[in-house]
């Protein structure tokens, strides 16, 4: 009964994250107005905002103008259901639980609004920080000294790697938004796991390359460019919800 108690309020709080998603790069308020379709601008009645079940009743269409709906949005929903029924199922009703499904609210807001603006707001990586460092006592993977480090590593690492590309390849490579992402990912995750994290991400997008130029029929090359942010979010997601992979992986620093 807890692991559907879970489910169903991150499937609420999915429905939620999809504002933000919307929302936030677009300088809009996350309170008001209520929701509405992005096409006709009519705002959604209670029936129509049910999280998943509205997006299958109404087949996918507004009711109004039956444009079609963002498949993101359902998306999202069934995401944060699952993420919060696995974090629960595994830590129980816990402070863990909750910050680290707050970890994955966070991922993946970043995630897919990078992926359709190519920004990561401070408001969700500024945030994010304190954010973990206030979660940092109750954290099986970083206590406040190594979220602290964490914090401070993932941002430096990267604005290092960044300057090392443009040095190469004379263009930039990295975003200002990644290094403060992964920063908040350090304050979550300890510098330690920081390794693994940029690991598993260029795994995700070495195959996120590779299926884009497969359904664009591009020839993949070094001109390819896709938004770092959301192969991120995939390496910190891999490395908090499978431990033992990342043991296995890096047996020398677990």
């Known amino acids: 009964m807890i692991g559907i108690f879970a489910l169903v309020l991150g499937l609420i709080l999915g429905s939620f994250l999809n504002v933000v998603i919307y929302r936030l790069p677009r300088g809009l308020s996350l309170v008001r107005p209520r929701s509405f379709c992005p096409r006709c601008k009519h705002q959604l009645r209670w029936y129509e905002n049910i999280p998943l079940f509205s997006y299958l009743l109404q087949r996918g269409r507004c009711r109004s103008c039956g444009a079609p ?83 401070l590593c993932g941002a430096g690492a990267f604005y290092l790697l960044g300057e090392y590309y443009l040095w190469i390849r004379k263009r930039e490579g990295l975003g200002e938004g990644d290094y403060k992402f992964l920063a908040m990912i350090g304050a979550f995750l300890g510098p330690v796991n920081l390794i693994p994290v940029i690991f598993m991400a260029s795994l995700w997008g070495v195959f996120g390359v590779l299926i884009t130029g497969l359904f664009k029929k591009e020839k993949i090359s070094g001109g390819l460019a896709l938004p770092f942010g959301p192969f991120l979010s995939l390496g910190a997601l891999s490395v908090v919800m499978f431990p033992k992979l990342t043991a296995f992986l890096f047996p020398s620093i677990h």
Do not use: C
Not at 72 to 90: C, K, W
Not at 113 to 142: K, Y
């Open 69 to 151: 709906i963002d498949i993101r949005y359902p998306l999202v929903e069934t995401l944060s259901g699952l993420l919060a029924f696995y974090f629960v199922s595994r830590y129980g009703i816990a402070p863990a639980a909750v910050g680290f499904y707050s970890f994955s609210f966070l991922l993946l807001a970043a995630a897919f609004i990078d992926l359709e603006h190519r920004i990561i707001p401070d408001e969700i990586t500024l945030g994010g920080i304190p954010a973990g460092l206030i979660f940092s006592p109750w954290n099986p993977l970083a206590g406040p000294g190594e979220a602290l480090l964490g914090a």
